[in-house]
């Protein structure tokens, strides 16, 4: 069949990408769904640092590749094989999706699927299919999704079915931001009762994790703590609850300190201000995924002489099929407001300028809407 979609054909172009354009937005083929894969109909994207991460090459991928990871749609067609879902419900997207029978399935979220990443990583849906072409030559999937279309084929396993009322705008943001960081705060940093929690990057992830913060602490107790260098961001923060609010210059400046603590910037430096920001005895959390050769500077004495924690989370530790239906719940009880996520609404064809207002921190969640 026929689709639209937003397709990077190189990586490492100048900005501003409103310029030079590094998606360009056309017809491309899908195939069918084969075995165990599903035909989604895409209603809405978000639009994450990761796929930027991939535009400005700081994450090589084959190219060229439809881009686009966090999404929401419906069930068009399924393939042999998919009997638990049916035509017309609502999915959500996953980037990583699990076979549920290697070594690292077994730890329970804790280390990302090994053919899941296989696959990520070759450019094809999990079994090692792929549907895209174009001028007859292959284009590559995107973590397994390739949302930014009007069309999608996936594995059954890189979608989770939600309910009919979750809006779609909601269902896309689960699957990533929401997945991501409330993962680092439920999964990973596992605040105790009365503990703060403090989130080092106030981006959709990061935002993420400070409305589960707040869900969290609004029963247990404790105050969530906002950390980002964007004023904007810092103000949005309290806005929605948190309790304070602070430069990473103010953290330092101040010696503000939390026993939980998510960085989740993606940037050497924030996972410097996070670690040194984490309490005798408290858990450092990173979900943040900066460039294969960002380094950073800590003490080894303070890790050692303060019995400080600090865990790698990938995805929010996450085992999707089990958490998303956790956090629609959440959202439907009022206790996890994630439309506030949403920064703007966009077009597939402003996808450029969009990338432009991520790079330049002014955006929380942009969220693509097809009709």
């Known amino acids: 069949m026929k689709i639209t ?21 056309g017809e491309l083929e899908l195939d069918g769904p084969g075995p165990d894969e599903v035909l989604v109909k895409i209603e809405a994207a978000g639009l994450c640092h990761s796929d930027l991460s991939v535009v400005d090459g700081n994450r090589p991928r084959p190219l060229p590749m439809l881009l686009g990871h966090e999404a929401a749609g419906i069930v068009v067609e399924t393939g042999p094989g998919v ?19 290697c070594a690292n399935c077994a730890t329970d979220g804790k280390l990302p699927c090994l053919p899941g990443s296989e696959a990520n990583n070759d450019g094809v849906l999990l079994g090692g299919h792929a549907r895209l072409h174009r001028d007859g030559g292959a284009v590559n999937h995107h973590l397994g999704v390739s949302g930014f279309a009007t069309h999608a084929v996936l594995n059954r396993r890189s979608v989770v079915p939600v309910g009919s009322d979750v809006p779609p705008a909601v269902a896309a943001v689960l699957g990533c931001a929401v997945l991501t960081g409330g993962g680092a705060v439920l999964n990973a940093g596992k605040p105790s009762p009365g503990q703060d929690v403090m989130i080092v990057g106030l981006g959709g992830v990061g935002m993420a994790a400070l409305l589960t913060a707040l869900s969290v602490t609004a029963e247990t107790g404790g105050n969530v703590i906002g950390v980002d260098a964007n004023p904007d961001k810092l103000e949005r923060a309290l806005q929605l609850g948190a309790a304070q609010a602070y430069s990473p210059q103010e953290v330092e400046e101040r010696g503000i300190k939390a026993p939980v603590v998510i960085e989740a910037a993606g940037h050497p430096k924030a996972f410097e201000t996070a670690v040194a920001a984490t309490a005798p005895g408290g858990t450092t959390v990173t979900v943040g995924l900066p460039s294969p050769q960002a380094l950073s500077c800590i003490s080894p004495l303070g890790i050692t002489a303060e019995a400080r924690t600090i865990i790698g989370s990938y995805l929010g530790s996450a085992v999707p099929s089990r958490d998303i239906p956790v956090y629609e719940r959440m959202w439907r009880e009022g206790r996890l407001p994630v439309e506030e ?23 929380v969640r942009q969220i693509v809407l097809f009709d």
Not at 5 to 24: H, I, K, N, W
């Open 5 to 25: 979609g937003a397709v990077l054909e190189e990586a490492g172009r100048t900005r501003p990408y409103a310029q030079s354009r590094p998606l360009s937005v």
């Open 83 to 101: 009997t638990d879902l049916e035509p017309g419900q609502r999915v959500v997207t996953v980037f990583l999706p699990r076979c549920g029978e």
């Open 341 to 363: 996520l949403a920064s703007a609404t966009i077009r597939l064809e402003d996808i450029n300028q969009a990338l432009d207002d991520l790079a330049d921190g002014k955006a």
